[in-house]
């Protein structure tokens, strides 16, 4: 069973910076896709960015393309979404999430979710 922990939310402005981190434990974190999920306020989840388990391979939903970049340290177990030029409407909570495959994340097919870390974007 893989536990995942996000971190690195807060409230800023916007234009302004943050990076989350997911840290896993339980499994073996090498051998899984990571991404990041968001839920904006009364919306339906969806799918941000995604990496391949060794980092290689990286896609993210159009709206966060060139502001976003999501990576992975394997040896500290940590996922991370480092977010830049933030607008308001990235206002969600963000959750972590682990797949065996691109596909199933992409699809919210994952069996590991974390519980989430609030960004609010001020504007």
């Known amino acids: 069973q893989v536990q995942l922990v996000e971190s690195g939310g807060g409230l800023v402005q916007a234009g302004d910076s943050l990076r989350l981190s997911c840290v896993a434990s339980g499994g073996t974190f090498s051998s899984y896709t990571m991404g990041w999920f968001r839920q904006p306020p009364g919306k339906e989840r969806e799918f941000v960015a995604v990496i391949s388990s060794g980092g290689s391979t990286t896609r993210y939903t159009d709206s966060v393309k060139d502001r976003f970049t999501i990576s992975r340290d394997n040896a500290k177990n940590t996922v991370y979404l480092q977010m830049n030029s933030l607008k308001p409407e990235d206002t969600a909570v963000y959750s972590c999430?682990?797949?065996?495959?691109?596909?199933?994340?992409?699809?919210?097919?994952?069996?590991?979710w974390g519980q989430g870390t609030q960004v609010t974007v001020s504007s």
């Open positions: 999430t682990a797949a065996g495959t691109m596909r199933k994340l992409q699809l919210s097919q994952s069996p590991y």
